[in-house]
């Protein structure tokens, strides 16, 4: 006796085409879901990566910043060449001379204050160092300072040095031996302009420092992202040691640089725009950021930005008290 033989059935049309569907759908889902969470982490790194660049940026600045005009036992004394002030360095072959009749590396002849501290917006105010080419409509701060501790045998060859009393300084290259002076301590002198410029596409915050053998052509990249910046000049008017007003480097008369009036340099505001290094084509930014006294956007870009700012007290504010 013969079995019968079962005829095996495949899907139908219909279920063929409702299973397709479904599988459309769940690829669809997980496609969205996958996207979603692609977007997700890059929004979260960029967002840490504007964070941490811009604490790397203030921290830099704040620690050199708040030091600002520290000349070790004769802080707070105009330097007057002949009198208190002795020269034995090398000159500067390639200085970075800002506006003022004293505001090269080291003081000069000239009967006028020796700046420690001097600002300018590129494009905007009337003078600049020639010695940097910053990105347009950003700040540029330079300072002057002695770096502590005290140095000690050896000192580094290619380094400017000062060794102070509490009324005398005398300038001198590391290469050489410290000036005999009574009671006197040895500190390493630096140059400092930070600026903004970019590197290709990427903007980067800069730094010239000053060497015997390169004079003011040393130039770090310190972190890249920062944008723009700006730096606001507190100043104390009522002898009170609080900043009163704060103000862009344009309204800082000469007579304010130089502390020659009743108002005196206290503390100093530094605001910085941090921008991602890559685009996001998700991202449209159509924000305005503020830094201090003026506003810079919408951009309508698709870079991702963060402002960051500080309040730097100054620790020698005598020293402009002049």
């Known amino acids: 006796m013969m079995k019968a033989i079962k005829k095996q059935q495949g899907m139908s049309l219909v279920e063929l085409m409702v299973a397709m569907l479904i599988s459309l759908f769940l690829t669809a889902g997980l496609f969205t879901m996958f996207s979603m969470s692609s977007s997700n982490v890059t929004t979260t790194s ?12 203030l921290a830099i600045m704040e620690r050199d910043l708040s030091q600002l005009g520290f000349m070790g036992d004769i802080t707070g004394t105009d330097f007057i060449i002949g009198t208190n002030t002795t020269m034995s360095s090398t000159a500067v072959t390639a200085d970075c ?23 300018y917006e590129q494009g905007v105010s009337a003078d600049s160092l020639a010695c940097v080419s910053p990105n347009s409509g950003t700040d540029v701060i330079q300072i002057k300072r002695l770096i502590g501790p005290p140095a000690t045998a050896p000192l580094t060859s290619s380094r400017y040095y000062a060794s102070t009393t509490s009324n005398e300084i005398i300038f001198f290259d590391g290469s050489a031996t410290p000036p005999t002076l009574l009671n006197s301590r040895v500190w390493e002198f630096q140059h400092h ?5 970019d590197d290709g596409s990427t903007p980067v915050l800069r730094r010239r420092t000053l060497s015997i053998n390169n004079g003011m052509n040393n130039e770090e990249q310190l972190v890249e992202g920062i944008e723009n910046m700006r730096i606001m000049y ?8 609080t900043a009163d007003s704060y103000m862009p480097a344009q309204n800082v008369t000469t007579l304010m640089w130089d502390n ?20 996001d084509n998700s991202y449209k930014n159509d924000n305005k950021y503020s830094l201090g006294d003026k506003t810079i956007g919408p ?7 963060k402002v960051v700012s500080s309040t730097i007290i100054l620790e020698n504010p005598i020293l402009i008290n002049l």
């Open 46 to 57: 960029q967002f840490n990566q504007l964070q941490e660049n811009g604490r790397i940026a």
């Open 97 to 119: 001379v800002g506006a003022g009749l004293n505001n090269a590396s080291f003081p000069n002849a000239q009967p006028a204050h020796f700046r420690r501290l001097w600002g």
């Open 193 to 197: 302009v930070y600026f903004i410029r």
């Open 234 to 241: 507190g100043f104390d008017n009522d002898g009170d040691g």
């Open 260 to 279: 020659e009036l009743f108002q005196r340099l206290v503390a100093l505001r530094v605001f910085l725009l941090v921008r991602a290094s890559e685009e």
């Open 299 to 305: 951009l309508n870009d698709k870079y991702r930005r």
